[in-house]
């Protein structure tokens, strides 16, 4: 698992690296340095593998090369970082200075060269969001469609959701609920409760559109129209004008459960944007909305009411969800292994992706490996098996901005259980130059809208609550 981290942090510390040589670019004339052409050859280095660095850090869970390439683009990165320190913080003009910055900038070129040319031989895919990319199935897809297994857990919170729409069924106005956390925490599978209950399906119509990371009004108006027009054929829907208008009429005097899942995007025009398409069909319309996310902010932006954050499951809902996917009732030594289960559920987090992960690896497991799996890094296991929760917190990690990243990262060296204030951690990341001062109070509220960060009313501090992998701190005001 440290492998897999290094390789992810690798992309935080190059974007830094970038940072740094734009600035000393800019200032290298006050200087007098003359360093402006090998400052400029590295950053133009950079920017060229930080095309492919998405690729490359997938690449590298299993490629051991890749793993050391990483690390020593990681570890040349931060050498430049430490260079262009002494560099920006001396106006000291002395030959023996400018010497040895100079053999230091060579010597650094070189190695990025080096690092390179063993870039094109891995041959990495270029930019994570291209359109050759784009144009591949999205295994996150989800659908309306309940999972054949049963559902443990989440009832409550299924009866909470229902009521909440049932609040606003006098009212003329669309009403959004938008539920938000954790990635893993079981959002879709909620919304598909809620839509598949007796009472939804009474309505004149139901739609689920599975969002994604690639937002788009009109590929959502499009959508909700699809799966609503039963017929008239397809008309032309190039403007979003013709979908506001079609979806006007479409949804006038009706009664329509609309699911949007997944939703990533967090500017506020497209949201504002979003909500007025939703806003549809005028009097005698009830066009009921759940919205489901992992960012706080998105969800307080495009929700009518209060969001509602899905919590954790308690730790013997977790324990009946490893014992169904294990197939526990077929076991021997079942006292045993309750006692060890137990102990395995706690280091779920309360996820519930991952107690089926769990489940499922020790479905094939007799008694010392139960044990073995409760003693070791399950979470590395799961990531190769690309069903556990680790790949779901990936898809968070990765679109962090490269500063809140290697922050993030940073938290992981922190014990399970750890305090910190939250000013200490701040001071922290400013010491290792991670971020500048004016930014820590935001990368903290950037991380509470992720649920990376949780609020607590307990103690002035943060607690660090990292179980296996899964990075989770409590943030007590």
């Known amino acids: 698992?440290?492998?897999?981290?290094?390789?992810?942090?690798?992309?935080?510390?190059?974007?830094?690296?970038?940072?740094?040589?734009?600035?000393?670019?800019k200032e290298q004339a006050n200087?007098?340095?003359?360093?402006?052409?090998?400052?400029?050859?590295?950053?133009?280095?950079l920017e060229s593998i930080s095309a492919a660095l998405q690729d490359a850090e997938r690449r590298s869970v299993k490629e051991n090369l890749v793993q050391l390439w990483l690390k020593r683009l990681k570890n040349a990165a931060l050498d430049?970082?430490?260079?262009?320190?002494?560099?920006?913080?001396?106006?000291?003009?002395?030959?023996?200075?400018?010497?040895?910055?100079?053999?230091?900038?060579?010597?650094?070129?070189?190695?990025?060269?080096?690092?390179?040319?063993?870039?094109?031989?891995?041959?990495f895919s270029q930019g994570g969001s291209s359109p050759a990319v784009e144009q591949h199935d999205d295994v996150r897809e989800t659908?309306?469609?309940?999972?054949?297994?049963?559902?443990?857990?989440?009832?409550?919170?299924?009866?909470?959701?229902?009521?909440?729409?049932?609040?606003?069924?006098?009212?003329?106005?669309?009403?959004?609920?938008?539920?938000?956390?954790?990635?893993?925490?079981?959002?879709?599978?909620?919304?598909?409760?809620?839509y598949n209950d007796t009472?939804?399906?009474?309505?004149?119509?139901?739609?689920?559109?599975?969002?994604?990371?690639y937002f788009s009004l009109k590929k959502i108006g499009s959508s909700i129209i699809s799966l609503i027009q039963m017929e008239g054929g397809q008309q032309n829907r190039d403007t979003l004008e013709v979908i506001n208008q079609c979806l006007d009429n479409l949804l006038h005097g009706k009664k329509v459960l609309i699911?949007?899942?997944?939703?990533?995007?967090?500017?506020?025009?497209?949201?504002e944007k979003l909500r007025s398409m939703l806003h549809v069909g005028k009097k005698g319309s009830m066009i009921d909305v759940i919205v489901t996310t992992r960012n706080e902010d998105i969800a307080r932006k495009v929700s009518t009411n209060k969001p509602y954050k899905l919590q954790p499951l308690k730790e013997h809902i977790c324990w009946e969800i490893i014992k169904s996917y294990s197939k526990f009732e077929d076991k021997h030594n079942q006292q045993i292994l309750e006692k060890i289960g137990l102990e395995i559920a706690q280091k779920?987090?309360?996820?519930?992706?991952?107690?089926?992960?769990?489940?499922f690896m020790l479905q094939s497991k007799d008694l010392s490996g139960w044990t073995e799996i409760n003693d070791s890094d399950i979470w590395n296991e799961s990531s190769k098996d690309n069903g556990g929760v680790l790949p779901s917190l990936k898809l968070s990690?990765?679109?962090?901005?490269?500063?809140?990243?290697?922050?993030?990262?940073?938290c992981a060296i922190f014990p399970k259980g750890h305090n910190i204030a939250e000013d200490d951690l701040i001071h922290q990341w400013i010491a290792l130059d991670f971020i500048k001062p004016s930014k820590g109070k935001e990368y903290i509220r950037q991380l509470l809208g992720m649920s990376f960060l949780q609020v607590s009313k307990l103690l002035k501090s943060i607690r660090c609550n990292i179980p296996c992998t899964t990075w989770c701190m409590t943030w007590q005001d």
């Open 397 to 410: 990690y990765e679109r962090m901005a490269p500063g809140l990243r290697i922050c993030f990262s940073y």
């Open 348 to 359: 779920c987090g309360g996820v519930p992706l991952a107690a089926q992960a769990l489940g």
């Open 143 to 194: 659908s309306s469609r309940l999972p054949e297994k049963s559902i443990i857990g989440r009832n409550s919170e299924k009866q909470e959701i229902i009521r909440l729409l049932s609040a606003g069924t006098n009212s003329d106005e669309t009403l959004i609920i938008a539920i938000h956390g954790l990635g893993g925490m079981g959002k879709s599978t909620l919304a598909q409760l809620v």
């Open 199 to 213: 009472q939804f399906k009474k309505y004149d119509q139901r739609v689920w559109v599975y969002v994604s990371r």
């Open 1 to 25: 698992m440290a492998e897999v981290l290094a390789g992810w942090l690798t992309s935080a510390v190059v974007g830094i690296a970038k940072d740094k040589l734009a600035s000393a670019i």
């Open 80 to 123: 430049i970082s430490d260079m262009l320190e002494d560099y920006q913080d001396s106006s000291d003009q002395l030959t023996a200075k400018k010497i040895a910055m100079a053999n230091r900038m060579k010597n650094m070129k070189e190695e990025l060269r080096k690092i390179n040319r063993e870039f094109w031989e891995f041959n």
């Open 259 to 271: 699911v949007l899942d997944d939703l990533w995007e967090d500017d506020d025009t497209e949201l």
């Open 31 to 45: 200087l007098l340095w003359n360093f402006g052409d090998d400052l400029e050859e590295m950053k133009s280095v």
